[in-house]
């Protein structure tokens, strides 16, 4: 299984971008998906994540008041609503699901499965 990442485009600074995270088979993980990003020359980061079964979310601090995680479970999508976007947000963006709570909690790439494909966000100032 592998989720499916989309959405992604180029914005000036001060713009919004719509992400979407869809699963190619089974429905998520209850315990969380989070969505990652990695720029060129740089470790792959957490961003956010949402616990499907508990409703938690998580944040990295600098895009906290700017992105927003939520779930459709009708649609079997998880969305990063990114606004007010900035030129160092500008990376591949990627969604993976969490095993367990405790890896969900991690934010660690290490602990999150599924990886597939990424989304470019382009962000020019």
């Known amino acids: 299984v592998q989720l499916q990442a989309s959405g992604g485009g180029s914005v000036q600074a001060g713009g919004s971008l719509k992400l979407s995270c869809t699963s190619s088979?089974?429905?998520?993980?209850?315990?969380?998906v989070g969505w990652f990003r990695q720029a060129p020359g740089k470790e792959r980061e957490f961003v956010a994540a949402?616990?499907?079964?508990?409703?938690?979310?998580l944040y990295r601090d600098s895009v906290k008041g700017r992105f927003t995680i939520y779930s459709d479970n009708a649609r079997k999508t998880v969305y990063l609503q990114m606004n007010s976007l900035k030129p160092e947000d500008m990376a591949a963006y990627y969604c993976?699901?969490?095993?367990?709570?405790?890896?969900?909690?991690?934010?660690?790439?290490?602990?999150?499965?599924?990886w597939g494909q990424g989304t470019q966000v382009t962000v020019s100032s």
């Open positions: 949402v616990s499907l079964g508990t409703g938690v979310t």
């Open positions: 088979g089974r429905t998520f993980s209850k315990y969380g």
């Open positions: 993976a699901s969490a095993g367990t709570y405790y890896n969900f909690m991690t934010r660690s790439a290490g602990q999150y499965d599924d």
